[in-house]
């Protein structure tokens, strides 16, 4: 099984600021990375596919890079709405997801 | 639009099984797949399987080979999960998500949940 490492597991931030979230897979995975974002009792909503695609309506300020193994999600202006959690997955192998940042103010 | 609505939450004893749908709408149900998600009380997401909406591939993680199954009915554009011999830590919120219909890939569009408490 190919294990998903999230880091940090929280980060606290303030509206405007950039952030910037880490995944990191145990084995190659080439660009068959998702990030998704959730809030308490929701669904997780999808992001980011083929590790730099925007899903539809999704905004500019959220981008993904990164590729193998070494994934990078990034909030270029963090909005209130932002505040969430927010999960990697990776569908090389099947799937597996990390396990999640937790981003707050 | 794409929708995936799910059944109601169910409260099950130790032992039991339970067996939840996902009803699809606004796409052709057997172009895709489903896959199944779980999320425990104040925990991450945990992919549970996956199979073809023609039923004629499914994939179970590891950890639930033997317990769960997963089925569709094309009639009704809607997906099951079944899972058996229930435990206190199935308690979960357990999710619905289209997928592809050859393989696994990211989830596009997700059902609002279906809360299972596993409880004596």
């Known amino acids: 099984e190919i294990v998903m490492t999230q880091s940090p597991g929280t980060l606290s931030v303030s509206p405007g600021e950039r952030v910037t979230l880490s995944c990191r897979a145990s084995?190659?995975?080439?660009?068959?990375l998702a990030w998704y974002q959730q809030k308490p009792g929701q669904a997780p909503r999808l992001l980011i596919y083929?590790?730099?695609t925007r899903a539809t309506g999704i905004p500019a300020r959220f981008r993904g890079s990164g590729s193998e193994t070494e994934f990078t999600l990034t909030i270029s202006s963090l909005q209130s709405e932002d505040f969430a959690f927010y999960y990697c997955?990776?569908?090389?192998?099947?799937?597996?997801f990390g396990g999640g940042t937790k981003v707050e103010i | 639009q794409v929708q995936l609505f799910q059944s109601g939450a169910e409260l099950r004893k130790p032992g039991a099984s339970v067996k939840v749908s996902c009803r699809a709408s606004?796409?052709?149900?057997?172009?895709?797949?489903v896959s199944w998600v779980r999320q425990a009380p104040g925990r991450g997401l945990e992919w549970m399987g996956w199979?073809?909406?023609?039923?004629?591939?499914?994939r179970y993680a590891e950890k639930f080979e033997g317990r769960l199954s997963l089925t569709t009915d094309s009639s009704t554009s809607t997906a099951y999960m079944e899972l058996r011999s229930l435990r206190s830590d199935d308690t979960a919120l357990y999710f619905c998500?289209?997928?592809?219909?050859?393989?696994?890939?990211?989830?596009?569009?997700w059902g609002q949940g279906t809360l299972v408490t596993v409880s004596s």
């Open positions: 998500a289209r997928d592809r219909a050859s393989r696994v890939d990211y989830l596009d569009y």
């Open positions: 083929g590790a730099s």
């Open positions: 997955q990776q569908y090389y192998s099947w799937v597996t």
């Open positions: 199979n073809s909406a023609d039923n004629y591939n499914t």
């Open positions: 606004g796409y052709t149900f057997t172009n895709f797949g």
């Open positions: 084995q190659r995975v080439s660009s068959d």
